[in-house]
């Protein structure tokens, strides 16, 4: 089975730029996580949805960033627009509602901001 | 509101050392607690959870055991290797309907280990 897809791997982006990070989760799972990963924050979640709605918008994260799901197997992440300190690792997670609350991780979009 | 505090940010070990990374949460209810492990370019890998006071997660020889007394979740193993050099994470989440709502991750701990 395939495991959670995320595109690009790395990106280099101007200041000022429209970003969009993209994600497809493990094939039917019904939860879709995104985070962000920086060496002094650590993992902090940006936004949650469950069956393609939003459940959870990263406080912090909404006047710039924008997550949708399109279908149940698409997801985006946009930053519009870009600063440097937005400079990380994105990370997309899916997640299935059997028993148990195992997040599975795609290998993340490492954007860099200039 | 909830959160996960991981005491070291970094350590380093040689080979068959004893390893122990500490782990202790803040929450209102009774959360799951949750162990993930990462190597480098990789997203983060489910390591083990456990969900009840003294009941033991274990995994790849790593083990934890939850202390609802101490609000703790520490990760040990007895004898590391060169391969469990990674950043590793403990997480709580929500017990009740378990497999809703968010995981919140403490801020990793990088373990690197010399041969």
């Known amino acids: 089975d395939a495991g959670v897809t995320q595109t690009p791997r790395h990106e280099v982006a101007e200041k000022g730029q429209t970003i969009i990070l993209k994600c497809e989760p493990v094939?039917?799972?019904?939860?879709l996580f995104w985070y962000r990963q920086t060496k002094i924050q650590g993992l902090e979640l940006l936004s949650y949805?469950?069956?393609?709605?939003?459940?959870?918008d990263g406080g912090a994260f909404k006047d710039r960033f924008k997550a949708e799901m399109l279908n149940s197997s698409f997801s985006t992440l946009k930053i519009q627009p870009t600063e440097p300190k937005d400079s990380a690792v994105y990370l997309c997670?899916?997640?299935?509602?059997?028993?148990?609350?195992?997040?599975?991780f795609g290998e993340g979009s490492r954007l860099i901001v200039v | 509101g909830d959160s996960v505090t991981q005491t070291e940010g970094q350590v380093a070990l040689s080979e068959e050392d004893f390893l122990t990374i500490h782990c202790n949460y803040s929450?209102?209810?009774?959360?799951?607690l949750f162990w993930y492990v990462q190597y480098p370019g990789e997203g983060p890998q489910f390591l083990f959870r456990?969900?009840?006071?003294?009941e033991k997660g274990s995994s790849r020889g790593f083990e934890a055991t939850y202390d609802k007394g101490t609000t703790s979740f520490h990760l040990r193993k007895a004898s590391v290797q060169e391969s469990d050099s990674a950043v590793y994470y403990c997480?709580?989440?929500?017990?009740?309907?378990?497999?809703?709502?968010?995981?919140?991750f403490g801020q990793g701990t990088k373990l690197s280990i010399k041969p």
């Open positions: 949805f469950r069956s393609k709605s939003l459940m959870e």
């Open positions: 929450a209102s209810g009774y959360p799951a």
């Open positions: 997480a709580l989440g929500p017990l009740m309907n378990y497999n809703q709502g968010k995981l919140i």
């Open positions: 094939s039917g799972h019904n939860d």
């Open positions: 997670a899916s997640r299935d509602r059997g028993p148990g609350n195992t997040l599975y």
């Open positions: 456990a969900s009840r006071d003294k």
